[in-house]
């Protein structure tokens, strides 16, 4: 309770963030937040410093224009609509004034990365990746770039030659062995014949050689094997007692070469020429992928796929040592930076770049990626933030800015989390996971099971009644797991589950609602329709039923009176009046997949605690910034201080989980706003006030356990 407590604080104090101005009583009375937020406060055109105790909101932003538009994020771009596409994993987005240019918001960096292999003249990481690409970074992990993404199949191993500026790689399922330029550019061919599973790759530059394992599964089916680094002149080293080869990595100045087999669970070595073949780790390894070497210590580090770890040992294989053991899954390949002390991986089943110091200690995420499955997605407006929740191999529910800037994970509790819905008034969010509802906090805290579908029903799409406080979902049927579809709703402690629809429908999915007019609609790519229904399940009707394929996303405009669908069938995303009239096109270009989809005009308005009527939930910093914009004859300006103080002093004591001595002080607030009314605040001014205080106290009040007050 005390957790759930404290992030509902946070709700409450809010945060510094740049949004629009608003119109009150025909003046512009500032931002909500603040077009000067934190320590500044807006007077005429300038932004002044407020005291040093206000100061403590957030660092100095100075904005010396007003610009007039309901949330800044969307109306600086205009109606936007944005959807989830996890056949190419992206979250898209397109404008609705006609342009229709699709633009990619966020999209997957790491699909399932294999080799990797360092530049540290350039200061860069290389890697393959499964999704058929190779890519790379600087050492950090910052600036990503694609190189090659065409030709490739299942990209394994690769190897630098970074003074000739060339790469090489091995392709196991093309049966290739390629180069390029370090840039990505002219691919060429150098092994295309004679190979089965091309696997470990290294070069020998002084002699001019390239090496290579084959890795043929079974007992004496491997090899490994060189040639020129164009490709002529390919010899057999070692063709024997072989299981399935994989990494390799050379020690040129001792004169030799070192592989794991993966079949017969060894770390062996040979003379460069493949005589003298030993065994060096032939117990406390089970599956040995790749190698890399620290000859300066006498040191070789492997990684095992099976058993999640990176090891160590001596180079003639004594001592062998687990170094990292944690939070490691696939991981496959391995570069070591012996100067700096480091070691890199790649992690293929979380689509990692991590690197640590090479005793295991202080790892670090160089390169990862914010989406696998990309499924349900709403907005909060006001804070110009997007939520999803991730079904793929993430499995999880993040978010970020409108723009697909600074992204957060915010749970990795979720099974399978699909639909996605934003009780921001409430400060919950509340997502479907395989057989359940479940809800956590806007940051991802405290999850928790709401309620369950019908036995061997999966819920999919999802929708909140914030006013009545029901949830709403759509269980479409499948033939292995139930034969019958359903719309469901109950109460948002998951009491009070209701069937409301189950007659006419086949693979319902998204679902949306219009509660002012007593309505819900929905997408059933099953039957190809879109329907609607009174909120209780009467009345269904049949809304759009033809020139549809698989009706998938929708999205509800109630003010202008329409509906947004997506529909992955056809490739595209449409709209019609909300009685399904006036079909009409709104992208029909760049799109493969689209499916759960959101508009960026329509914020939904926090019922009941939202005193200026801008659809974003009152908070202490919204108070306060709202005082520090209001003009001189609206608020004298020997009240901005004393209002302020009182603003403050909630805030500590919200943050100390005080609740009643932050309603103390909001008291204390109002009392002094109803002292002051008509005479230093202005009667429109204090009704504002007075107003958006009430919120604020009801909001903590009701973030008290049952039966406790002040």
Not at 332 to 339: F, K, L
Not at 666 to 680: H, L, P
Request: net charge negative; aromatic share 6%.
């Amino acid at each position: 309770m005390y957790m759930l407590l404290i992030s509902y604080f946070a709700l409450l104090v809010g945060t510094c963030r740049s949004a629009a101005t608003r119109v009150v009583v025909g003046r512009v009375y500032g931002s909500r937040p603040g077009t000067c937020c934190a320590a500044w406060a807006k007077d005429q055109t300038s932004c002044r410093q407020l005291s040093r105790r206000h100061r403590r909101r957030g660092p100095r932003i100075a904005v010396t224009t007003l610009i007039l538009a309901h949330l800044a994020p969307a109306a600086a771009r205009g109606a936007e609509i944005y959807w989830t596409d996890p056949v190419r994993v992206k979250i898209q987005r397109s404008d609705l004034g006609g342009t229709t240019v699709v633009e990619d918001v966020l999209e997957r960096v790491l699909g399932s990365p294999r080799g990797l292999a360092l530049d540290m003249v350039a200061g860069k990481v290389y890697w393959t990746d499964l999704t058929s690409k190779i890519q790379r970074a600087n050492l950090d992990g910052s600036n990503v770039e694609d190189l090659v993404t065409i030709g490739l199949s299942y990209p394994r191993a690769i190897a630098l030659d970074p003074f000739s500026g060339k790469m090489y790689w091995t392709d196991s399922d093309t049966r290739k062995i390629q180069r390029a330029n370090l840039d990505g550019s002219a691919v060429e061919d150098l092994v295309t014949t004679g190979l089965s599973i091309p696997s470990g790759i290294a070069l020998h530059l002084s002699s001019g050689k390239m090496y290579w394992t084959d890795q043929v599964f079974g007992p004496g089916s491997g090899r490994i094997q060189r040639a020129n680094l164009d490709g002529s002149n390919v010899e057999d080293l070692v063709a024997s007692d072989l299981g399935s080869p994989a990494g390799l990595v050379l020690d040129v100045d001792s004169g030799k070469m070192y592989w794991t087999d993966t079949w017969t669970h060894k770390i062996q070595r040979a003379n460069l020429d493949g005589s003298e073949v030993e065994d060096l780790v032939t117990t406390d390894v089970f599956t040995p992928i790749d190698l890399a070497l620290d000859p300066a210590s006498g040191k070789m580090y492997w990684t095992d796929w099976v058993e999640d770890k990176i090891q160590r040992a001596n180079l003639d294989g004594s001592d062998v040592e687990d170094v990292l053991t944690t939070d490691l899954h696939q991981i496959v390949g391995i570069d070591i930076d012996a100067a700096a002390g480091k070691m890199y991986w790649t992690d293929a089943l979380t689509a990692k770049i991590q690197r640590a110091n090479l005793d295991g200690s202080n790892v670090e995420d160089l390169v990862t990626s914010p989406l696998f499955g990309p499924a349900g997605l709403a907005f909060d407006l006001c804070a110009g933030k997007m939520y999803w929740a991730d079904a793929g191999r993430g499995r999880r529910i993040e978010r970020a800015d409108l723009d697909g800037s600074n992204v957060e994970i915010l749970t990795t509790d979720p099974v399978t989390p699909i639909g996605l819905a934003l009780d921001l008034a409430g400060g919950k969010m509340y997502w479907t996971d395989l057989h359940r509802i479940r809800r956590a906090e806007l940051d991802g805290s405290n999850v928790e099971n709401v309620a369950e579908s019908a036995p061997r029903r999966r819920p999919l799409g999802l929708a909140l009644d914030t006013h009545a406080g029901k949830i709403y979902w759509t269980e479409p049927r499948s033939a292995r797991i139930s034969p019958e579809s359903a719309i469901v709703r109950s109460n948002f402690d998951g009491s009070n589950v209701e069937t409301l629809v189950t007659t006419g429908l086949l693979s319902p999915a998204a679902i949306a609602l219009e509660p002012v007019a007593g309505k819900m609609y929905w997408a059933d790519y099953g039957t190809g329709k879109i329907q609607r229904s009174n909120l209780d399940g009467s009345g269904v009707e049949d809304l759009v039923t033809t020139g549809l394929s698989t009706p998938y996303g929708l999205a509800l405009d109630g003010p202008a009176g329409k509906m947004y669908w997506s529909d992955p069938g056809n490739d595209k995303i449409q709209r019609a009046n909300l009685d399904g009239s006036d079909v009409e096109d709104v992208v029909t270009t760049g799109l493969v997949d689209p499916r759960f989809i959101a508009l960026t005009h329509v914020e939904p308005v926090a019922i009941g605690r939202d005193a200026d009527g801008d659809g974003c939930v009152d908070t202490l910093d919204g108070l306060a910034d709202l005082i520090a914009n209001l003009p001189a004859d609206d608020l004298a300006r020997q009240m901005r201080n004393p209002l302020t103080s009182k603003i403050d002093d909630a805030a500590d004591a919200v943050a100390t989980g005080d609740i009643c001595g932050a309603v103390a002080a909001i008291e204390a607030f109002t009392n002094q706003v109803r002292a002051q009314r008509g005479k230093k605040i202005a009667d429109a001014t204090a009704d504002l006030l007075l107003a958006y205080a009430d919120n604020l106290i009801a909001g903590l009040l009701a973030s008290l356990p049952s039966g406790v007050g002040c």
